[in-house]
């Protein structure tokens, strides 16, 4: 799976300390690399699954919409316990943005479509009656 940001996004987004505090598991005084991955992962596989039905993923561009997406959804993974207001209220409004684009309120600049169309489709049989008929049977 091809993540859609970096550990050294994740630090420059939030800041060292911040990123210290989260995931420094084992208490050596360095973020575990391990942790940072795994939540970047889980954001990065959360976009995925919300936008797969409408575009191609992995997402050959990443514009900075989506990468504040996975910012914000990584940063809340990070938290062993409950997170911030800040932090979750960061996530639930990119957990909006992501249903947004998987509803096709929302587009994603330079991303490619889904194999085959994701709009529906439908088949009906002529219509039974029109003005025309209307008028001839009135």
């Known amino acids: 799976m091809a993540a859609y940001i970096s550990q050294q996004d994740l630090i420059d987004y939030l800041d ?4 210290l505090d989260l995931a420094d598991r084992d208490g050596d005084g360095t973020p575990d690399s391990a942790v940072i991955d795994q939540a970047i992962d889980k954001a990065t596989g959360e976009i995925d699954a919300a936008v797969c039905g409408r575009y191609s993923v992995p ?3 990443v514009d ?5 997406i996975a910012l914000d959804l990584a940063r809340y993974y990070l938290y ?3 997170p911030t207001d800040r932090v979750r ?6 957990r909006g943005d992501l249903d947004a684009v998987a509803e096709g309120r929302r587009l ?4 490619e479509p889904a194999a085959g169309d994701a709009t529906p489709q439908w088949n009906a049989d002529e219509r039974w009656f029109t003005r025309q008929t209307l008028r001839d049977y009135g």
């Open 59 to 61: 997402l050959t561009y």
């Open 64 to 68: 900075g919409f989506v990468r504040r």
């Open 80 to 82: 062993d316990d409950e």
């Open 108 to 111: 994603l600049a330079g991303a």
């Open 16 to 19: 060292e300390q911040e990123v």
């Open 89 to 94: 209220i960061a996530y639930e409004t990119a």
